[in-house]
Structure formats: C-alpha cells, structure tokens
C-alpha cells in the first residue's frame, strides 16, 4: 500500500524565493496534518485538514505561509517569500478519522533549505 | 512548554538488553501515543493507550500510563540494533476539545550498539 508521499524530498533555494511543499495523503484518510521538525523547536504541528478544510492553522509561523488542500488527495503547503529560518524538515501526515484514536501516518519529509 | 517531554534525550545500550523511555505531560488526554523515528525519515506509529489503561504490549513494546502523575513509560525488552532511532510521546487535546491535534514530545534518542 501507498504511503503518505511528499514532494520533493529535497529542496535548496535561495532568501526570497517562494516554495511549495506537495503532500499526498493515504487514500480514504480524512484528515492532514503539516509538522515542521527542526532541533531546536522539536515537531510542530503548522496546520491541519478534517476532509479538506483547514480546523486549526494556529501553529503557522507567520503569514509568509499558507496551506491548501483542494480536495482529498493533495495537499500543499507554500512559503513566500522565504527566510533562512524556514530551514527545517517538514511532515506531511494523515489519518483515517478526526479522532485522537486514529494513528497518524507520516510522510519522509522535504528537507527545506534557504540560503 | 512543551505538553509532551521524554526523559532520556539520549540513551545508549548494548543489544540484548531493554530500554525504558519516560514522557511526562502537562494536562488532562484522552490518548496517548509513541512513534518512532529513523534517521531522514518519518513518524512511525507503534502503540496507542488510552487514559482509563493503565499498561498495554504489542511485540517487544510494553506501554505504561499513569494518569496521577501525568506520565508514561515506553519499555523495548530484548533490544535490537535495528531499535536504534528517535522515539516520540504524542498526546491529544483531552477535554478541551482540540479534535485530533496532537502534541509530540521532545523525543528520546536510542542506541543500540552491536
């Protein structure tokens, strides 16, 4: 069975730059979530979906970012412009159900460079 | 502060022998969780535990649940090399109804040498 598949695994750009992050969640799971992992803050939870609409964006840094999710298979989360301090690894996850009973399932990250 | 911390940040162990890893939080849950994770790549679920279980096992895996001293304890008997990578507590929101949000400690970094 498919994962949760994330695009691209790398990405390097330089101060300025916009950058989309794609997520593509299990087939049939309901929710989303987007983390971002970084050492000094650990994993943080930016925003999640319960079938395709945004529940709780509190964790988005600034409004430099923004996440979409236009229906259930796809998802995208997009800085711009970006800032050196985005530098991080970021998770897309899903679930089966909009309950705290459901495991998440996580994707292998984009690993996010600015320079 | 962080809901969710892990006590050791790093714990380091010779095959064979078990692992114990504490996570502490701060307020009331419903569930909590553990995953894994190996270098460069994502969360992995192992177990889940509710907050009227006290213990529960899955494989090599024993989960404990305090809820007085709002604390857990994730247990790896006959550990492996294969063990070795980051192990996380996530809780959930509880009664303040946060949904299916959770909160995810600060991990514990495992080592399991040959």
């Known amino acids: 069975d498919a994962g949760v598949i994330q695009s691209p695994r790398h990405e390097v750009t330089e101060m300025g730059q916009e950058v989309t992050l794609r997520c593509k969640p299990i087939?049939?799971?309901?929710?989303l979530f987007w983390y971002r992992q970084t050492m000094m803050r650990g994993l943080e939870l930016l925003i999640y979906?319960?079938?395709?609409?945004?529940?709780?964006d509190s964790g988005m840094p600034e409004d430099r970012f923004s996440a979409k999710m236009p229906n259930a298979s796809f998802s995208t989360l997009k800085i711009q412009p970006s800032e050196p301090r985005d530098s991080a690894v970021y998770f897309c996850?899903?679930?089966?159900?909009?309950?705290?009973?459901?495991?998440?399932?996580f994707g292998d990250g984009t690993r996010l460079s600015i320079l | 502060s962080q809901q969710g911390e892990e006590d050791p940040q790093a714990l380091s162990i010779q095959e064979g022998e078990n692992a114990t890893m504490n996570c502490s939080y701060k307020?009331?849950?419903?569930?909590l969780q553990w995953y894994r994770q190996n270098s460069g790549r994502g969360l992995v679920h192992l177990i889940l535990?509710?907050?009227?279980?006290r213990e529960k096992h899955s494989g090599r895996l024993r989960v404990t649940l305090d809820t007085s001293k709002k604390s857990s304890s994730l247990l790896i008997t006959a550990s492996r090399a294969a063990d070795t990578a980051s192990y996380f507590c996530?809780?959930?929101?509880?009664?303040?109804?946060?949904?299916?949000?959770?909160?995810f400690g600060t991990g514990t970094q495992l080592k399991v040498e040959l």
């Open positions: 996850a899903s679930s089966l159900a909009p309950n705290s009973r459901q495991p998440q399932h």
């Open positions: 087939s049939g799971h309901n929710s």
């Open positions: 979906f319960n079938n395709n609409v945004p529940i709780d």
């Open positions: 307020t009331s849950i419903n569930n």
């Open positions: 535990i509710r907050s009227n279980e």
């Open positions: 996530a809780t959930d929101a509880g009664l303040t109804g946060g949904g299916n949000k959770l909160t």
